[in-house]
């Protein structure tokens, strides 16, 4: 079952104790203007990004799919100027999803999967120019789709998927990772 | 066919580090056809280096601030080091904060207002590479390197817990009042553990102290327990006396391990 979203964490409404969701909502099927293609699930409980998103675009998770769709149009573009080696126009798209990346990060409280997708992506795309990572407008995009259709994916998936785009470009952890890191490895010894 | 017995140290570098060891540590066990690293390594692990990075992310999760954390750090920690002065603590905000333009963050805390506060997202990043960290390393301890060997009885492997957000890493040791499976082991080898407690340097440091009197204890007094304190004390002696034949223990921490393989004939290797 990919690509649906758990309706209940969508709403915000609290996981019961028995770690059950609160709600359950039978998915409907959907139409409308929604270009992606997307997944409506079988089961009772879950619905597509889409389909949320429709349902309340106002909404933390409505407005990062609207975000994330924008960034990946952008990309579409920038893939496109390359693929015609056209370096000013692709470089200056790229430029542009920087800018569009640093906003996605003030979605990184709808959980640790999109904040670490979010920041990787925006380290990564900090470099000087596209062509010192031709390859990573693709990954970028492969990886921000699947955020797109399913923005609460495990963290462990988001792992594998951070991983992706540093195989397309060194990331730099963040100012301060190493010296924390070695003081907090420094104190077992 | 070379084999490398991974003691905690690479263990470490390998799966928690980002300042180039890491890399040092890959490429070393590249030299090797097979990896070996015990439960007794992956033990230590857990409740070092991987309970501090814990400690840190729950840290950052509980003060969303990256100041006050690394503060925190300053005060808690035992040996406080150069880098968390007040000074080099402002200076690695800033240097985080030079990464945003300018004008970006001016019109992103204009719309989302405390979500674009820097101090939150500082915190909130480093956080969640250091739970990446974590997830990285523990949760596929039986995948990495074929899996984990030379299994603890008494040991109780859990994994890490999610509780609302916040990384709990307990269990993170034996059960008290266990008497260590490894005791049986050792005490059919009293000549070998005479041999490695005969070649612990006389440094005065208190570990060294500490793990001379548990290998005294294996040699002379058998029917005592071996307490989960007993076993951490014994560290570094176990990955000398339980070393497959053959393989060699790779460490960054031979100051301490060499002169207890050399009283075997254990090979000892840095990255």
């Known amino acids: 079952m990919a690509d649906v979203i758990d309706l209940g964490k969508f709403a915000g409404m609290a996981r019961t104790a028995s770690g059950t969701d609160a709600v359950n909502v039978q998915a409907s099927e959907e139409t409308g203007s929604w270009t992606r293609s997307t997944n409506i699930s079988g089961s009772a409980g879950f619905l597509s990004a889409a389909a949320v998103r429709k349902l309340d675009d106002e909404s933390p998770i409505g407005k990062m799919l609207e975000l994330v769709e924008r960034i990946l149009k952008r990309l579409e573009i920038c893939m496109e100027h390359l693929n015609q080696q056209e370096m000013f126009s692709s470089d200056d798209e790229l430029m542009a999803c920087k800018r569009l990346l640093s906003e996605l990060l003030m979605f990184r409280e709808v959980n640790d999967s999109v904040g670490l997708i979010a920041w990787t992506a925006y380290q990564a795309s900090q470099v000087e120019a596209i062509t010192d990572a031709p390859a990573l407008p693709e990954v970028l995009h492969r990886v921000l789709t699947r955020l797109w259709s399913s923005p609460f994916m495990r963290f462990d998936e988001a792992c594998l998927l951070v991983e992706e785009i540093e195989g397309a470009v060194p990331v730099a952890p963040a100012s301060g990772f190493i010296e924390v890191s070695e003081e907090l490895l420094t104190e077992q010894t | ?271």
């Open chain 2, 1 to 271: 066919m070379t084999t490398a017995f991974l003691e905690t140290t690479v263990l470490t570098d390998y799966c928690l580090k980002k300042d180039g060891s890491e890399k040092t540590a890959r490429a070393a066990l590249r030299r090797f056809s097979k990896i070996i690293v015990p439960q007794f390594a992956w033990k230590e692990f857990k409740r070092g280096p991987l309970h501090t990075y814990a400690w840190m992310h729950n840290k950052l999760l509980d003060t969303r601030s990256f100041t006050a954390s690394l503060s925190a750090l300053q005060k808690i920690s035992r040996t406080p080091r150069r880098y968390f002065t007040s000074t080099i603590i402002q200076s690695l905000h800033t240097a985080f904060v030079n990464g945003f333009d300018g004008v970006t963050i001016k019109d992103l805390q204009a719309r989302y207002g405390a979500k674009a506060n820097l101090d939150t997202l500082h915190a909130d990043v480093l956080r969640l590479e250091l739970k990446r960290a974590i997830h990285a390393s523990w949760p596929r301890r039986e995948k990495l390197f074929d899996g984990v060997h030379h299994r603890l009885s008494c040991y109780p492997d859990a994994q890490l817990v999610d509780d609302e957000g916040r990384i709990e890493t307990k269990p993170d040791d034996c059960p008290k009042g266990a008497d260590c499976c490894l005791k049986a082991q050792l005490t059919t080898r009293r000549q070998d553990v005479a041999l490695v407690r005969a070649r612990l340097p006389k440094d005065g440091r208190p570990e060294t102290s500490k793990r001379f009197r548990v290998l005294r204890q294996i040699e002379k007094h058998q029917s005592r327990v071996m307490t989960p304190k007993d076993c951490r004390d014994f560290g570094d002696a176990y990955f000398v006396l339980f070393c497959p034949p053959g393989a060699i223990i790779l460490t960054t921490n031979s100051r301490d391990i060499q002169p207890l393989a050399n009283a075997l004939g254990v090979s000892v290797e840095t990255p």
